[in-house]
């Protein structure tokens, strides 16, 4: 079955960098896009940015533009979301999301089960 | 980016009420609109995509309709396993947003 298994969680001081990965199965890894969700503790859903497997292009949430990478490993299929300088209001679960897509329409199926990063001096 | 509106924000209800949750968009965006359900601790899931088809799987007592602007989910006849906070998703423009979220509560 379709599955995404992410990395443990991660307690990281102001400043640091942190890196989630995302082990996708169950499908062609280079066919559909991956995006990236994160949720602040009681929050809602925050979209992150986007990679293509295929290609490995990028597009990232204003907002993150400057501190967020994603990249893949097609041999593993495996991407991966690293944010730097982070700060207390990175706090939050992360999730990778496959991109499903028939012709115009698009949705978020499945979710991987979530990383919680813990920003804290 | 185009802002989506839930309402309510949450709502209690019993075992067996039928339920409607509404999501606006400040644009149309046609019929690219998704719903997701999440429960505590866990990820969401996919409930209804393109407005009104149903992922395979879900339950048929859950519904959506609506296009342009307003879009409305329904529960038929809310079950134990449906109180969960739930989700609206546009996917007609970069970036994909989502609304607050409506947190269906226990009466």
């Known amino acids: 079955q379709v599955q995404l298994v992410q990395s443990g969680a991660e307690v990281k001081k102001p ?12 499908y062609s890894f280079t ?15 925050e979209w992150m940015g986007i990679i293509n497997p295929s290609g490995g292009s ?10 967020v990478t994603m990249t893949r490993d097609t041999s593993t299929s495996t991407v991966y979301m690293e944010l730097s300088s982070l700060r207390p209001e990175d706090t ?9 897509r028939v012709y115009t329409q698009n949705w978020f199926d499945p979710w991987g089960q979530g990383t919680l990063v813990t920003v804290s001096s | 980016d185009i802002q989506m509106t839930q309402s309510p924000s949450s709502l209690s209800a019993s075992v067996g009420d039928r339920v409607t949750i509404t ?7 046609i ?11 866990t990820a969401p899931k996919l409930l ?3 407005a009104s088809s149903l992922q395979s799987g879900v339950p048929s007592r859950f519904s959506g309709s609506g296009s342009g602007t307003d879009f409305t989910l329904n529960i038929s006849s809310l079950q ?12 007609y423009s970069t970036p994909p947003t989502f609304g607050g979220g409506t947190k269906v509560e226990i009466k």
């Open chain 1, 15 to 26: 400043g640091a960098s942190v890196k989630v990965s995302c082990k996708a199965s169950g």
């Open chain 1, 31 to 45: 066919s559909y896009y991956m995006h990236w969700v994160r949720q602040a503790p009681g929050q809602g859903l």
């Open chain 1, 58 to 67: 990028t597009h990232y949430a204003q907002k993150l533009q400057d501190r």
């Open chain 1, 92 to 100: 939050a679960v992360y999730y990778c999301v496959r991109e499903y």
């Open chain 2, 23 to 29: 999501c606006r968009a400040r644009q149309s965006i």
């Open chain 2, 31 to 41: 019929s690219f609109l998704n719903w997701y359900q999440q429960k505590p601790g």
């Open chain 2, 48 to 50: 209804i995509y393109a």
């Open chain 2, 80 to 91: 134990p396993e449906d109180f969960a906070i739930y989700y609206c998703q546009q996917s």
